[in-house]
């Protein structure tokens, strides 16, 4: 007798779910240090927060794989749970980079109205040079932000969708 299994008996294990968000971070962080060091194009203070929610992702799937049991399952979760951090940055960035709303003002540079020209100097010398609220690079009029928060949130979305159905059936 062969059993097909479905989708959702993939995620029978939280080894198993682990590997959902450790393949999607892993290959998004993998893309962005891609675009970074072969493409040149640096990361800003925001896409450097959706990297550090992609690496918390990498390191508690790997936990989830070590750890069995209840823990296991929790360590799958927030996991799964970073990986959409990830993702909300990503659409925070992605508004912040078409102009729906501010960024942070280290990433987005400060008005230098009002300030001596020493204090316009000097906030001059401390701002980043790779700005958030610039698209450095686009596909099909969407960025990488865009691109991470659609990925990160789908993948997401998608692993919790099949542990729903798992758990309900």
Not at 104 to 118: D, F, K, N, Q, R
Not at 121 to 149: K, Q, Y
Request: charged share 10%; hydrophobic share 55%.
């Amino acid at each position: 007798m062969t059993m097909i299994a479905t989708a959702s008996d993939w995620v029978d294990r939280p080894q198993r779910l682990a590997i959902i968000p450790f393949l999607a971070s892993g290959l998004l962080l993998l893309g962005a240090l891609g675009f970074q060091f072969i493409g040149g194009l640096a990361p800003c203070d925001l896409c450097m927060d959706q990297r550090y929610a992609h690496l918390a992702a990498l390191a508690l799937a790997i936990a989830a794989v070590i750890v069995r049991g209840r823990i296991g399952w929790i360590l799958a979760g927030l996991a799964l749970a970073a990986l959409a951090v990830s993702g909300g940055i990503g659409v925070f960035h992605a508004g912040v980079e078409q102009k729906w709303w501010l960024g942070p003002t280290g990433c987005t540079g400060a008005s230098l109205s009002g300030l001596t020209p020493e204090e316009a100097t000097r906030r001059l010398m401390g701002t980043p040079v790779v700005r958030c609220d610039e698209i450095p690079w686009s596909l099909f009029g969407i960025s990488m932000a865009g691109w991470n928060a659609i990925v990160s949130l789908g993948v997401a979305l998608l692993a919790l969708l099949l542990v729903l159905r798992r758990r309900l059936a």
